[in-house]
């Protein structure tokens, strides 16, 4: 899979300087370029305003750059002024020498090119750390209509709605929300981490009273932006159907499956089985992210101790279909 991304941090600004969108960047730049296991993930060009002038006419050439090679999935990630012109309604990213009449990089063209990159680009993901971002996607010269334009296979996502204002710092906030979920804070059972998990994830660390995110998309499928660590091993997933080999069954648990004795010594005598004991740290392992539950018991170990049983949850009848359609 080829995979694609431009980062652009712009901290050197004449006449408003920031603070953190280099060091934003760059920590984007390198969580991005590789999976939780170390292995490669995206190929990244990484434009920062201390090792090179980021001007308009560069930024501008590096956008066009990205979204006319060929890719499974392209990445664009701004840190930096953004500005929303109220005589135009046209919304811009700021390279270091916008002023007004060249304020910068239009949001509408980046939209453009992600549009037009489809299919040749089969998913473009657009992620602006800057004021007004939310304006992207909008269809310039409209009002506040927030009509939107977003192609095939387009993803937004954006530090604040059109006339929210991003905060500066170390850190951007929007993105250490968004590199703790890339880092795994909100990956699925699998290991992956999507551009809907990434807002659901900034959305819901947010409080109501600070900047709001928007995510917009016109997309069929999910795409995973990075890999990391499963919280359940695959193997264990595809088990699932053999544990249960229907959605309502019930694993029948007794104490053959739990080693662990000590508040129930009356069953000291019974033989613990060692391979039983390997399916109940499985099955805990599922209960733990929500696959399993016990049956009448709120806890596996009781239910264990107590010979009842336990069975899968809606999302565990889920990942126990996609194993038995051999998706996993």
Not at 150 to 160: D, F, H, Q, S
Request: proline letters at 5%; hydrophobic letters at 40%; charged letters at 20%.
């Amino acid at each position: 899979m080829i995979k694609r991304a431009l980062v652009v941090g712009i901290d050197h600004y004449g006449d408003a300087p920031l603070e953190g969108c280099v060091n934003d960047a760059n920590a984007i730049t390198q969580v991005l370029e590789s999976n939780g296991d170390g292995s490669p993930n995206f190929e990244v060009k990484t434009l920062t305003s201390d090792v090179r002038q980021v001007t308009n006419a560069v930024l501008q050439d590096a956008i066009g750059e990205l979204f006319r090679a060929e890719a499974d999935i392209a990445l664009l990630y701004f840190a930096g002024h953004g500005i929303l012109n109220p005589e135009t309604n046209a919304g811009y990213v700021v390279g270091q020498d916008g002023k007004k009449g060249s304020w910068g990089v239009g949001m509408a063209e980046i939209l453009n090119l992600a549009n037009e990159a489809h299919p040749r680009i089969k998913s473009s993901v657009i992620v602006l750390d800057s004021c007004h971002s939310g304006y992207a996607g909008e269809v310039a010269g409209l009002g506040r209509a927030n009509a939107s334009v977003i192609g095939t296979g387009v993803t937004i996502l954006t530090a604040t709605h059109r006339d929210g204002e991003a905060d500066d710092g170390p850190h951007g906030l929007f993105t250490e929300i968004l590199l703790d979920g890339l880092r795994g804070g909100c990956s699925d059972i699998r290991g992956n981490v999507t551009p809907a998990a990434l807002y659901s994830h900034v959305d819901q660390t947010l409080g109501a009273w600070e900047q709001r995110p928007i995510y917009k998309a016109n997309v069929q499928t999910f795409i995973e932006l990075r890999q990391v660590t499963p919280k359940v091993p695959d193997d264990v997933l595809r088990r699932l159907p053999e544990y249960f080999p229907e959605r309502a069954s019930v694993f029948a648990l007794d104490p053959s499956y739990e080693e662990d004795r000590t508040n129930a010594p009356q069953l000291a005598h019974v033989p613990v089985d060692p391979d039983h004991v390997r399916i109940f740290k499985e099955l805990q392992k599922c209960n733990r992210h929500g696959l399993v539950v016990p049956v009448d018991e709120e806890f596996m170990y009781y239910a264990a101790i107590n010979s009842t049983g336990c069975r899968l949850t809606a999302m565990g009848a889920h990942y126990r279909k996609l194993a038995k359609l051999r998706r996993i």
